[in-house]
């Protein structure tokens, strides 16, 4: 079992920034790749980036070029620092890591407002 836990989220005015952290525990040999989603108001999780224990990324369309994603291995952790936020990013940011079976490790979420 891989537990996750998102911190960082919060209120930020448009065009500011956050750093969001993802601390993994448990089982961290079965981490291969670790990822951002994120839930908006009436739409479905959607990936916002992904890294591999490699370091290779990969973004998601609706947030590229804004924000970055990147991993302490020694502490287990990923972050993403996102900037420039607009207020339709305020939703609900997960961190989710594959454990093969098209199963998924959850995180509970943190929340993110962005205040125009």
């Known amino acids: 079992q891989v537990q996750l836990v998102e911190s960082g989220g919060g209120l930020v005015q448009a065009g500011g920034s956050l750093r969001l952290s993802c601390a993994a525990s448990?089982?961290?040999?079965?981490?291969?790749?670790m990822n951002w989603y994120r839930q908006v108001l009436g739409d479905q999780r959607e990936l916002v980036a992904g890294i591999t224990n490699g370091g290779s990324t990969n973004y998601g369309h609706s947030m590229k070029g804004r924000v970055t994603i990147s991993r302490d291995n020694a502490k287990s952790t990923m972050y993403l620092q996102m900037n420039s936020l607009k207020p339709e990013d305020t939703g609900v940011y997960y961190c989710?890591?594959?454990?093969?079976?098209?199963?998924?490790?959850w995180g509970q979420g943190t929340q993110v407002t962005v205040s125009s």
């Open positions: 989710a890591v594959p454990r093969g079976n098209g199963m998924w490790y």
């Open positions: 448990g089982s961290i040999s079965e981490i291969v790749a």
